[in-house]
């Protein structure tokens, strides 16, 4: 994503232009928005091409004929026109994750998700066909993931049957490696050439690989045309289902509805859009679209940070994706101004996602460790509280006193405030601000990409921050009451007491969500209150007294850990389910569970001899990971992995093991080991796992 820059156009039709989503041998393509608040991506053919009159003419021509194709698994051409003697042609916005974004970040597809995406990009190529088109540029980035599942983009540049494929001198007239040995010779295509396209895509969602490889673009074009493709890895069924759509000689490969026959998609199958990591991301993504498109929620910051937000969007935000074009959108300064109030709150900066990697042998010929993408040392407040992701820096306390934020790519230092009372906490609103508490109980807010003060709360008197929500977060006061405060104008919404069998004991983090605050403290028991008011809505008080107990929310169910592990239903504490552990002290006395993680349908958490997996809907254990796991470790999951501390030693004394096992099946898959110190720490988002270890810290690669 980049902003505006000489030349570049401030008004297409009924679009205004807001930035230049990407650009190639044909033209540019930005991001508009017309007058009903409603996003397009623009793309406009190159002024030096304007001149070919043929090309203007068919440029505009075959995008108003697209507009015939209708289909739910497009992104719509919603016109072309003429502008100053340019032409361009505008698409439909999507928000979600593209192909090999996905393939990228999260590996490849299972059986399931793979026939679900065969079964619908077949079914939308037959809605181009039968239109009389053909999309000729069927690769991984031109589908994007969205909850309603894939979508075929950039079909403004398809062409009609057995048209020519448009190009300009010197461009090689389809992506290699994914465009049909007809397409490579310069032939006239057919929709079988979309078939073969179809086939090269699945592969690479089976195996994250291509089916055609070369050290150079020749290389890979001639094993197009005249070498088999690579499909070792695939399952045998659906590779005996992949097969037929690579034949070299179109004729032998199927039709699309051929295509949804023969994949034979379970019923419910399209629920694969809508659970697991893969469709938490699309979410995000549209959620994040979402707010970036609404104006009245997002404020101008100053010209400095402006650039390096379009920057951060581009490299790992929302993915906006239509007309051949994946980024994500700021939109610009309002009515002119450089000044930059309190509560003028630029939009999130997301972190850039680190690319999965394999790994590096370690311990064993059976041991991989991750990769250390950077480390710091003597930096970090042994004390800190935790380690808070925050867009595209994780903060922290550090030894100076106060916090600071730290480049989630390098660990270079960005900013600090040391004037923060660190063990207060620090929270993250939205990865827009990073709230902390200076010396005398203010809440202080901060840009976290750039440092940038902006509101504060004198009279908030807070002791502890406990948690955010969309409306407010909610702290303990110095005098031990509870108290919320607005995210949007900084006052105080209300102050509660705290019952007596909970005054002065609440711990930090609680969880706030669907209109309840989930605060425990340190006896092992459960306050629940009403985020409207503070008032009591449930309590728990034989959790477990001699254990550490962290509240875990997903959806309107609260995951509570202890002897056991409770499911309750958030709005009135009743249990839905409750696993114990079948693992007992010398003494008889049942172990407990430790701190609670859930992600997509599954729970995981930490046990005195490993980690375990639950089903969220039941409670039942999918799998035992039986590894050197400490119970009051935090569990994350990232990339394809679970992870979590443990202890071991070696010939240098007392270590600190990071695990990982793969959160499919439990097994082992990466381990490392650092020195070992009393206080530790663990973190993860965009696919990095933070670690603190003392007063270092070390950012690993996913797997």
């Keep these: ?3 505006l820059g000489t030349g570049d156009p401030l008004r297409l039709g009924p679009y205004r232009v807001l930035g230049v989503l990407g650009e190639g041998g044909m033209g540019k393509v930005y991001v508009g928005r017309d007058g009903a608040g409603s996003l397009a991506a623009v793309k406009v053919l190159r002024p030096e091409l304007v001149h070919d009159t043929n090309l203007t003419q068919r440029f505009v021509r075959e995008a108003q004929a697209a507009q015939a194709v209708r289909s739910n698994g ?15 042609i505008a698409s439909e916005f999507l928000a979600g994750l593209t192909l090999d974004q996905a393939v990228d970040t999260y590996g490849p597809l299972d059986e399931p998700a793979l026939r679900a995406l ?14 009389g088109f053909v999309h000729r540029d069927l690769k991984p980035p031109n589908i994007v993931l969205t909850s309603a599942g894939p979508r075929i983009i950039d079909f403004g540049i398809a062409r009609p049957e057995h048209g020519l494929t448009l190009t300009t001198t010197g461009q090689v007239p389809v992506t290699p490696g994914y465009g049909a040995p007809e397409q490579v010779l310069g032939q006239r295509v057919a929709p079988s050439a979309d078939v073969f396209s179809l086939g ?101 910051a100053p010209s400095v940070t402006r650039r390096r937000l379009l920057t951060g969007l581009a490299a790992g935000g929302v993915v906006l994706a239509g007309g051949g074009g994946t980024a994500a959108w700021w939109f610009g300064r309002r009515g002119g101004s450089t000044k930059s109030g309190p509560f003028d709150i630029p939009p999130a900066v997301p972190a850039p996602v680190q690319k999965l990697d394999k790994g590096v042998k370690d311990f064993s010929d059976d041991d991989v460790r991750p990769t250390f993408l950077w480390q ?5 407040d042994a004390y800190s509280q935790t380690l808070l992701p925050a867009g595209d820096v994780i903060v922290f306390g550090i030894a100076t006193g106060g916090i600071a934020g730290f480049d989630v790519i390098n660990g270079k230092r960005r900013w600090s405030a040391t004037h923060l009372r660190a063990k207060s906490g620090y929270l993250s609103l939205s990865d ?31 002791a502890v921050l406990l948690a955010v929500d969309d409306e407010a977060l909610y702290l303990v006061t110095t005098d031990h009451r509870l108290r919320s405060v607005n995210r949007s104008d900084a006052r105080i919404r209300w102050t509660a007491a705290v019952p007596t069998r909970f005054r002065g004991h609440l711990l930090a983090p609680a969880v706030a969500a669907q209109g309840r605050l989930v605060i425990t403290a340190g006896d092992g028991t459960v306050l629940v209150v009403h985020t409207s008011d503070g008032s009591t809505a449930w309590t728990r008080l034989d959790q477990d007294e001699d254990r550490t107990v962290s509240p875990a929310v997903h959806d309107d169910m609260v995951y509570i850990n202890g002897k056991s592990v409770d499911a309750r239903r958030l709005s009135d504490g009743t249990r839905i389910w409750n696993t114990k552990l079948n693992v007992y002290e010398d003494d008889g006395n049942n172990y407990g569970w430790g701190p609670a993680a859930v992600y997509a349908d599954a729970v995981y958490t930490n046990v005195i001899d490993g980690t375990r997996c639950l089903d969220r809907d039941s409670g039942k254990v999918r799998w035992e990971a039986f590894q ?14 679970v992870w979590t501390l443990g202890s071991a030693s070696n010939g240098y004394g007392p270590q600190l093991l990071i695990n990982a096992v793969r959160a499919s099946d439990g097994k082992s898959s990466r381990k490392c080991m650092v020195p070992s110190p009393d206080y530790t720490r663990l973190a993860a988002a965009s696919n990095r796992v933070f670690v603190m270890y003392d007063s270092s810290v070390v950012a690993l690669s996913t797997f």
């Excluded at 710091?376 to 970090?380: F, L, T, W």
Aim: glycine content about 8%; some cysteine; charged content about 20%.
């Design 118 to 131: 065969a079964t619908a990009l077949a079914r939308t190529l037959a809605d181009i066909h039968a239109a």
């Design 1 to 3: 994503m980049k902003p």
């Design 74 to 88: 497009i992104a719509n051409v919603l016109g072309a026109w003429t502008e100053g003697g340019r032409p361009w």
């Design 432 to 462: 827009r601000l990073v709230v902390g508490v200076d010396g005398k109980g203010a809440l202080q807010t901060f840009v976290p990409s750039t440092g940038e003060p902006k509101w504060t709360c004198p009279a908030a008197e807070a």
């Design 628 to 641: 050197n796991a400490n119970y009051d470790s935090p569990v994350v999951r990232q990339g394809q992995g």
């Design 376 to 380: 710091v040392h003597g930096e970090a």
């Design 200 to 300: 090269a895509v699945l592969v690479y969602a089976a195996t994250g690989r291509r089916a055609y490889e070369g050290s150079h673009v020749a290389a890979v074009q001639y094993a197009v045309v005249h070498e088999e493709p690579r499909l070792d890895g695939i399952d045998p069924e659906i590779r005996a289902l992949i097969t037929p759509c690579l034949a070299k000689d179109a004729a032998a490969r199927p039709a699309p509805p051929q295509i949804v026959q023969a994949m034979a998609v379970p019923k419910g199958a399209d629920r694969v859009w809508r659970r697991g990591p893969v469709a938490e991301a699309i979410r995000e993504r549209e959620a994040g679209a979402r707010r970036l498109t609404a104006p009245v929620t997002i404020e101008t």
